[in-house]
């Protein structure tokens, strides 16, 4: 038989849902943490076969891994605040399970979130060395040029205080007067109403439609479905690892 592969130990804390790995990490250091009777050490690895506990209560059991696809709705905050009611909170506080979203759009924007408890999957999302693709549609407020477009694909900057920002090359199609479609592989904050405004446009609606595989289709705005195994093994294997 062979033996469950080990994880970190705040990683496996931080899974069972009892608290967040950075706050496991400062409960290992203060030497409240234990595996199988024994006071923990932040290098330890864990499995299903140890015994985790916490102030020397067990962990509850690591609950399955769950992965959906929700269409958010304009005007829902993806910052998870309980005292709003417009928050993403409202929807996963109903949920049987506890989930979170992988990245965030904001409030003016709708479309495709991945909703899961896969840790570690959501770190290989949002990290931008795995250069996942994300698509969206977009309108602005006036008519769009070849130079709009050319700019755009090469990538611009911008600047918030004292950080300079700067866009990855990416691709971009015109699709109406007034309508382009965009695929980025980095997820800096409202990047594209901020790219946007480098060439003196402004977004009137945005809706992502795509993360790498998965497809918002026809699902409706509002709702969710849990991802088919297909999509599921096909988002594991492309995040598997960086791009060069």
């Given at each position: 038989?062979?033996?469950?592969?080990?994880?970190?130990?705040?990683?496996?804390?931080?899974?069972?849902?009892?608290?967040?790995?950075?706050?496991?990490?400062?409960?290992?250091?203060?030497?409240?943490?234990?595996?199988?009777?024994?006071?923990?050490?932040?290098?330890?690895?864990?499995?299903?076969?140890?015994?985790?506990?916490?102030?020397?209560?067990?962990?509850?059991?690591?609950?399955?891994?769950?992965?959906?696809?929700?269409?958010?709705?304009?005007?829902?905050?993806?910052?998870?605040?309980?005292?709003?009611?417009?928050?993403?909170?409202?929807?996963?506080?109903?949920?049987?399970?506890?989930?979170?979203?992988?990245?965030?759009?904001?409030?003016?924007?709708?479309?495709?979130?991945?909703?899961?408890?896969?840790?570690?999957?959501?770190?290989?999302?949002?990290?931008?060395?795995?250069?996942?693709?994300?698509?969206?549609?977009?309108?602005?407020?006036?008519?769009?040029?070849?130079?709009?477009?050319?700019?755009?694909?090469?990538g611009v900057s911008w600047q918030?205080?004292?950080?300079?920002?700067?866009?990855?090359?990416?691709?971009?199609?015109?699709?109406?007067?007034?309508?382009?479609?965009?695929?980025?592989?980095?997820?800096?904050?409202?990047?594209?109403?901020?790219?946007?405004?480098?060439?003196?446009?402004?977004?009137?609606?945005?809706?992502?439609?795509?993360?790498?595989?998965?497809?918002?289709?026809?699902?409706?705005?509002?709702?969710?479905?849990?991802?088919?195994?297909?999509?599921?093994?096909?988002?594991?294997?492309?995040?598997?690892?960086?791009?060069?």
């Amino acid at each position: 038989m062979v033996s469950p592969a080990p994880q970190r130990l705040a990683k496996w804390i931080a899974q069972s849902g009892y608290c967040s790995r950075r706050a496991a990490e400062r409960l290992i250091t203060q030497g409240v943490v234990s595996i199988n009777g024994a006071v923990a050490r932040h290098t330890d690895g864990v499995s299903v076969l140890d015994q985790v506990s916490v102030h020397g209560q067990p962990l509850p059991t690591q609950p399955a891994l769950q992965y959906f696809l929700y269409h958010k709705p304009l005007g829902i905050d993806c910052n998870n605040r309980p005292d709003n009611p417009a928050s993403l909170y409202q929807l996963l506080r109903l949920l049987p399970q506890r989930l979170f979203a992988v990245g965030r759009l904001d409030k003016d924007s709708s479309g495709l979130l991945l909703l899961t408890n896969d840790g570690a999957l959501s770190q290989r999302l949002m990290h931008p060395a795995f250069y996942h693709e994300k698509g969206y549609q977009v309108d602005t407020d006036k008519n769009i040029t070849a130079d709009f477009i050319a700019n755009m694909a090469a990538g611009v900057s911008w600047q918030l205080g004292e950080t300079l920002y700067q866009s990855r090359p990416c691709q971009i199609t015109q699709t109406g007067n007034q309508q382009f479609y965009i695929v980025l592989t980095q997820g800096l904050h409202r990047q594209i109403r901020y790219m946007c405004k480098t060439q003196g446009y402004r977004v009137t609606a945005l809706k992502r439609d795509r993360l790498h595989n998965l497809q918002l289709a026809q699902l409706p705005e509002g709702q969710m479905r849990p991802l088919s195994r297909a999509e599921l093994h096909q988002l594991q294997l492309l995040s598997a690892l960086p791009q060069p």
